[in-house]
T-cell receptor, first 113, second 112 residues
Framework: GDSVTQMEGPVTLSEEAFLTINCTYT??????LFWYVQYPGEGLQLLLK?????DKGSNKGFEATYRKETTSFHLEKGSVQVSDSAVYFC????????????FGKGTRLSVIA | EADIYQTPRYLVIGTGKKITLECSQT?????MYWYQQDPGMELHLIHY???????EKGDLSSESTVSRIRTEHFPLTLESARPSHTSQYLC???????????FGSGTQLSVL
């Protein structure tokens, strides 16, 4: 079945450091890919998404490119801030959209000033 | 932005009690989901629904039930709470295939 593997945390960075959180997937066909973020004490919210190969999703300085050849969707940000401290989830949706999202296990990011 | 609501926000209850966690959304979404989130943050799908009178079991459903009598309402019931049920429970909904999920703020359940 479909699955998502993302790097384990926690990840601790200093403010203004470069961030990469790796995500790879296994799926039949051509899934849509997502990154969700969960701030402390809140539910998840969509950070960005890409629906086809070579698409780049971006939001709030974060970017991720849908790489079909490497089945990857790594999350990057050039300069993190303390306010980016959260848990990040990679997820995929099967092409039909009729099955629940498959989530990775989450990566906790802590940014220190 | 999200119009999806969960109550209660926090609940402390004794072993053996029956409890219902409420989830409502005002967006007219057909698809709704319940997730259990463990302390390590991993999400486990408990139940989901694709419309009124339609419910499906997820990976972690054996000790709970759901109903979908109205589009906007998707309550989760634990018939007999146990300490192993202590967790955060998240409700989510979406309207279209491959569109984003809207999550509620969660219910933090503690079973003593």
């Amino acid at each position: 079945g479909d699955s998502v593997t993302q790097m384990e945390g926690p990840v601790t960075l200093s403010e203004e450091a470069f961030l990469t959180i790796n995500c790879t997937y296994t799926a039949t066909g051509y899934p849509s890919l997502f990154w969700y973020v969960q701030y402390p004490g809140e539910g998840l919210q969509l950070l960005l998404k890409a629906t086809k190969a070579d698409d780049k999703g971006s939001n709030k300085g974060f970017e991720a490119t849908y790489r079909k050849e490497t089945t990857s969707f790594h999350l990057e940000k050039g300069s993190v801030q303390v306010s980016d401290s959260a848990v990040y989830f990679c997820a995929l949706s099967g092409r039909s959209g009729n099955t629940p999202l498959v989530f990775g296990k989450g990566t906790r990011l802590s940014v220190i000033a | 932005e999200a119009d999806i609501y969960q109550t209660p926000r926090y609940l402390v209850i004794g072993t053996g009690k029956k409890i219902t966690l409420e989830c409502s959304q005002t967006m007219g979404h057909d698809k709704m989901y319940w997730y259990q989130q463990d302390p390590g943050m991993e999400l486990h799908l408990i139940h989901y629904s694709y419309g009124v009178n339609s419910t499906e079991k997820g990976d972690l459903s054996s000790e709970s039930t759901v109903s979908r009598i109205r589009t906007e309402h998707f309550p989760l019931t634990l018939e007999s709470a146990r300490p192993s049920h202590t967790s955060q429970y998240l409700c989510a909904s979406t309207g279209l295939p491959n569109e984003k999920l809207f999550f509620g703020s969660g219910t933090q359940l503690s079973v003593l």
